[in-house]
């Protein structure tokens, strides 16, 4: 103890700082236990209510309590009644309790088809009042996959019935369906041989269609070679024919000035034209009685028809 | 100067001198000659239409000329003139077998040998039976050919015919399908003598054709060269295209006929030639197939 002194700087309030580390960390334990007691809802206030059960099963301690889907309390405690009923006790967070009424249910439903179930308390009507604590909910068992195929058996059982008869039904010779499916068969026979017909006719008229289509590919070719020359053709046609018809446009009123000059110059021409006839008339007598006046007219050879010359090697 | 007082003179006095002497004599003179009977106004177009239809005839355009025939014919029908009818009737019928066109041709020939409907001169009468003759050699037909041409040359027997010589030719040619060729040499010979007489150089050239032809059938392929070649002198001297490509091709068989096909190859060649300028051309085609079937000559 001597060796170290009372002094020494590092030692002065000890006792001091190691009472508030201890009460920091007191302070930091009950923190998180109350962060944690709060997380579970031990600080809240809650009201306990009861529900009678036939059994026990699928019921647990802590298991949930929902409304609505939102976890609203948790099962406390299991026990048997006198009557060999499971009384179960379920605390409810008190500020849920407003819509829990007298006329609620409690049920145990499975959430999926695996793991647990939960309670599922229905929301009474809004008629009803709330109900008090300690107060006891109408429970709705769920029902055990035994019960569940009993029911089902009670339900199929006559659906069964109903289907064996039809098949009763189905397989009688004799019946309608034996009867519609023979003749259905023979139908599908029937059908069978007017497809290869269709076929058959399908093939011909491929073969034919092929020919007429070549045919038509042939006659489209020639036809878009005349419509390709047509079209070139308007083309030029198009552009030439302005020009061209402003020509002939001239052109006629050049030929009715010629026209117009023509008949003007040869207004006279019929006229004309008699003198000459009459002049060539007079000619013709003077040259015909020339011609018959000697000695002229022996000189005259008359003309006469002439017989073309057999030749004998022809 | 001296010029003008004579031109002078001459203009003083022609007027009177023509007025005075030379138009009286044109009125009178008339009425002092006998000049040739005219024909009638009809008959005039008659003429001329037979006039045109002989000029479309010698330019080979036989259907024209059919058209002026027949308006001939029709005229002359109209004023009964049997002259007239005569010729232009032997025309149409001779312009038919020109054409080929047989049938017609008889029919035409027939209206004067039948006298129809009247009886027609005696040289339009030769003519008709000489073309019914030409009309059955054509057909092949010997005897019936020397049937028309002995009519004929009876008919010409006593009256001055020049056509003896031409009918005799074609006497020839009947005996020559007939096979008589003796009797064919003699009609030729025959033929020949009367047209060199006569001076008819046309038939002289067709008497001297058939002479060789006779010729040809008797192998002297020599002689009937020298024939064929006088015929052609004379064809080509009347300008006779057709005769031409004969005697031609007569010349070029000759020569073909003693296995000289390279001598008878030109003159095939000038008849193609002729048949080119003429424009036919199923002649030119005929002689092209002669070529191609003469046989190659054979190397010495």
New interface residues.
């Given amino acids: 103890m001597a060796v170290m002194k009372e002094t020494d700087e590092r030692f002065q309030y000890l006792s001091k700082k190691i009472g508030l580390f201890v009460l920091i960390a007191i302070l930091g334990i009950a923190g998180i236990i109350v962060f944690i007691g709060i997380q579970r809802d031990v600080f809240t206030n809650k009201t306990k209510l009861y529900f009678i059960s036939e059994n026990g099963q699928g019921l647990n301690e802590g298991q949930a309590v929902k409304l609505s889907g939102f976890k609203i309390g948790k099962i406390e405690k299991l026990s048997l009644d006198d009557v060999a009923k499971v009384k179960v006790e379920i605390s409810i967070n008190t500020k849920y309790m407003k819509w829990i009424k007298t006329d609620s249910t409690i049920k145990l439903v499975k959430e999926g088809y695996i793991g647990d179930a939960v309670l599922e308390v229905t929301p009474g009507s809004v008629q009803a009042k709330q109900i008090p604590e300690g107060g006891y909910l109408n429970f709705q068992g769920a029902k055990s996959i035994n019960e569940i195929i009993e029911e089902l058996k009670d339900d199929i059982k006559p659906v069964l019935l109903d289907i064996k008869q039809i098949i009763h039904y189905i397989n009688d010779p004799k019946g309608d369906v034996k009867q519609i499916l023979g003749n259905v068969n023979k139908l599908s026979g029937d059908i069978q041989h007017t497809r290869e017909l269709i076929d058959t006719m399908l093939k011909n008229t491929d073969k034919n269609l092929e020919n007429t289509m070549k045919k038509t590919d042939t006659l489209l070719g020639s036809i878009k070679d005349t419509v390709d020359t047509t079209n070139n053709i308007l083309k030029n046609v198009e552009t030439k024919l302005p020009n061209m018809l402003d020509k002939v446009d001239k052109s006629l009123t050049d030929v009715q000035k010629i026209t117009d000059d023509i008949k003007h110059t040869t207004s006279g021409a019929p006229v004309l034209m008699d003198k000459v006839t009459d002049i060539t008339d007079d000619a013709k007598d003077i040259t015909g009685a020339v011609k018959k006046t000697w000695p002229i007219s022996s000189k005259i050879k008359i003309p006469e028809e002439k017989t073309i010359k057999v030749d004998s090697y022809e | 100067m001296n010029r003008i007082p004579f031109l002078h003179l001459i203009l003083t006095y022609t007027r009177p001198l023509v007025l005075t002497i030379i138009f009286p004599l044109?009125f009178i003179?008339?009425g002092?000659?006998t000049?040739?009977?005219?024909?009638s106004e009809r008959q005039?177009i008659?003429?001329?239409s037979?006039?045109r239809a002989?000029n479309a005839?010698k330019k080979r355009n036989y259907i024209k000329a059919l058209n002026h025939y027949m308006e001939?014919l029709n005229i002359?029908r109209s004023l009964e003139n049997a002259?007239?009818m005569g010729?232009?009737i032997?025309?149409i019928a001779?312009?038919y077998?020109?054409m080929g066109e047989r049938e017609k041709s008889h029919t035409y020939a027939d209206l004067i040998i039948n006298k129809n409907p009247f009886e027609y001169s005696v040289?339009?009468l030769i003519?008709a039976m000489?073309?019914k003759a030409?009309l059955y050699c054509d057909e092949s037909n010997g005897k019936e050919a020397s049937f028309w041409a002995d009519k004929a040359l009876n008919l010409c027997q006593g009256v001055s015919c020049r056509?003896e010589g031409?009918?005799y030719?074609?006497r020839a040619?009947a005996s020559l399908l007939n096979k008589d060729i003796k009797a064919a040499t003699e009609y030729a010979k025959k033929?020949l003598e009367i047209n060199k007489k006569i001076d008819d150089v046309?038939?002289m050239g067709?008497s001297m054709?058939?002479m060789a032809d006779i010729e040809l059938m008797n192998k002297n392929y020599e002689a009937s060269r020298g024939l064929y070649k006088d015929a052609l002198l004379i064809d080509k001297s009347l300008e006779l295209s057709?005769?031409m490509i004969?005697d031609l091709l007569g010349i070029a068989v000759t020569f073909e006929k003693q296995g000289r096909p390279n001598e008878a190859l030109p003159y095939y060649r000038r008849a193609i030639s002729i048949s080119e300028g003429m424009g036919s051309m199923e002649m030119e085609k005929s002689i092209r197939e002669k070529i191609e079937k003469m046989q190659p000559q054979k190397n010495p």
């Fill in positions: 044109l003179c008339p002092c000659s000049g040739p009977h005219q024909p005039q008659a003429i001329e037979n006039q002989e005839y001939a002359s002259d007239s010729s232009n032997v025309n001779y312009v077998y020109r040289r339009y003519d000489s073309i030409l056509e031409r009918i030719n074609i040619r033929g046309a038939e067709n054709r058939i057709d005769k004969n």
